[in-house]
């Protein structure tokens, strides 16, 4: 970028005697050999040879003033600079001078100020050409445009961020209340000193600066805490967090609640488990006690007849041997051997002992019999009896399904219809009976004004049950009946 100082350019740290205000003189129109351009834009890098003796430690004149008296006498050579064309004559009409620091706000002006300035003989410096140098001043002025548009973009991205409210949360709003609690503590002890010290100049100023001091701290506390818009989005807040811890409260007591609720649902579903179980458990040893014994009493009634097929079987060897005896006597006695009297006696006493013992042993093994019998009866009437019950409570649940199928075919069933049906009321009506006393009360007197002696004519006794259809004269169209019948019963 060319480093050339006009004066249409304005450097960025002009401060001091370099302003240009209203006590300056008025501007200098330069003459039409320097182009338009006020002397001095060439400064640091001279196009010609300087007329004066140049001292570097004093500084250039202002750009609102006129220049030196020795520059009036003086006519530079005519120079082609970075602003003229290369065969401007020199009495060409000076153009129309642009307002100063109109056309680049500001440019660096440090480049100048660390090259430092040439000696007045160096002569004249090599100078680009005009596109070039035009060039140039296009991409001064577009990075001049380009940064302070950046600047203030950044000071609107910025301005929103302090235009932020400053109690955004309630850790914010806490700490506010408690400085300005603070504040308003220390600002009563400075009060208070200030009291104690009317007299002393030194200790009541510099406490009267720091109360000064605190009230402005208290009255920003103050104000912020009077901002109604961030109170009100922190009153929004904390009803937003009220409503959320509530909310959660009432999950979390809910989430208990239904964890209760599952519990017992979990205990009494577990107590009917273990119920049933036990029932099982008690069935299964009523039965397996049963088996044993029935398995018991079969051996003992085995056992029991056992003896008493041993015991028969003594009394036939009995009588067998008393036969037998008897007929080696009368063949003996045909032989002319007679026998003793008291060898008889002994062998009858002997077989009447024996059979006394059969006949009380007849007679246990009979008891025990009977009494095994009886049991086994028992036994048994108690299995008929049960069996009875189980087909009878069968019977009873085939005519209650029976029941419930007539009236749902009658009436309709319960679960057919929802709670809000249109047929509700004339359920409810037809029902009544069946809870409410008074209602039965009213029904059967309705029902008893219509009786009449047994002996009328028009009389007819009240059907116990709901009148159906009279069984099938077809008997094909009977075995469908009873395939459907059995196929519901199935069901």
């Known amino acids: 970028m060319d480093s050339t100082y006009g004066s249409d350019i304005k450097p960025s740290a002009c401060n001091g005697g370099y302003l240009h205000t209203e006590l300056t003189a008025p501007p200098w129109t330069p003459p039409p050999t320097y182009d338009g351009h006020s002397y ?36 530079p050579p005519a120079s082609v600079n970075d602003y003229s064309s290369a065969g401007t004559p020199a009495c060409q009409p000076p153009r129309p001078h642009a307002p100063r620091y109109d056309r680049e706000p500001a440019l660096d002006f440090t480049r100048w100020q660390h090259e430092g300035l040439r000696p007045a003989g160096t002569g004249l410096a090599p100078q680009p050409d005009d596109d070039v140098a035009r060039q140039r001043r296009r991409d001064a002025q577009w990075i001049t445009r380009f940064l302070q548009t950046r600047g203030r973009s950044s000071r609107r991205a910025q301005s929103p961020q302090q235009q932020q409210p400053q109690l955004s949360s309630i850790p914010a709003l806490r700490d506010a209340l408690y400085g300005a609690a603070e504040l308003v503590s220390r600002l009563e002890e400075i009060c208070h000193t200030l009291n104690h010290n009317l007299h002393n100049d030194s200790v009541w100023s510099d406490h009267y600066l720091r109360a000064l001091r605190v009230k402005v701290e208290l009255q920003d506390k103050v104000n912020l805490l009077r901002d109604s818009e961030c109170l009100d989005q922190l009153k929004t807040k904390v009803s937003r967090a009220a409503r959320r811890r509530v909310r959660r409260l009432r999950a979390r007591k809910e989430a208990q609640i239904e964890e209760q609720h599952a519990e017992e649902r979990r205990s009494q579903k577990e107590a009917a488990i273990d119920k049933w179980r036990m029932k099982l458990m008690q069935e299964v040893e009523e039965k ?8 018991a009493a079969d051996s ?24 037998l005896r008897r007929l080696r006597k009368e063949a003996v006695s045909k032989k002319g051997i007679v026998t003793e009297l008291q060898s008889d006696e002994v062998f009858s006493s002997r077989l009447e002992q024996l059979r006394t013992v059969m006949k009380k042993r007849t007679a246990v093994y009979s008891a025990e019999e009977k009494a095994l019998m009886v049991m086994l009866e ?7 009896r049960r069996e009875q019950e189980r087909r009878a409570r069968k019977e009873r649940e085939r005519q209650l399904q029976r029941k419930h199928r007539v009236d749902s075919m ?21 029902s009544q009976a069946e809870h409410s006393l008074r209602a039965l009360i009213q029904i059967r007197k309705e029902w008893d004004t219509f009786l009449v002696p047994a002996d009328h004519p028009d009389s007819s006794s009240v059907p116990q049950s709901w009148i159906l259809p009279d069984p099938p004269s077809d008997q094909a169209w009977a075995s469908a009946l009873q395939t459907a019948d059995t196929d519901r019963d199935s069901l």
Not at 47 to 55: A, C, L, M
Not at 56 to 71: A, E, K, N, Q, T
């Open 378 to 384: 028992g036994e048994q009437e108690e299995e008929r």
């Open 288 to 295: 397996k006690k049963e088996q044993d014994l029935k398995l």
């Open 40 to 75: 001095g834009a060439g400064f640091g890098r001279s196009r010609f040879v300087q007329p004066y003796g140049f001292d570097p430690s004093v500084p250039p004149p202002g750009f609102g003033c006129p220049p030196p008296g020795h520059f009036l006498s003086v006519a």
């Open 300 to 323: 003992v009634l085995c056992e029991v007849r056992k003896k008493q097929a041993d015991v028969k079987r003594m009394q036939d060897i009995l009588r067998s041997l008393e036969k």
């Open 410 to 430: 009658l009436f309709g069933g319960s679960e057919e219809f929802p709670a809000d049906c249109a047929l509700q009321p004339f359920r409810d009506y037809y």
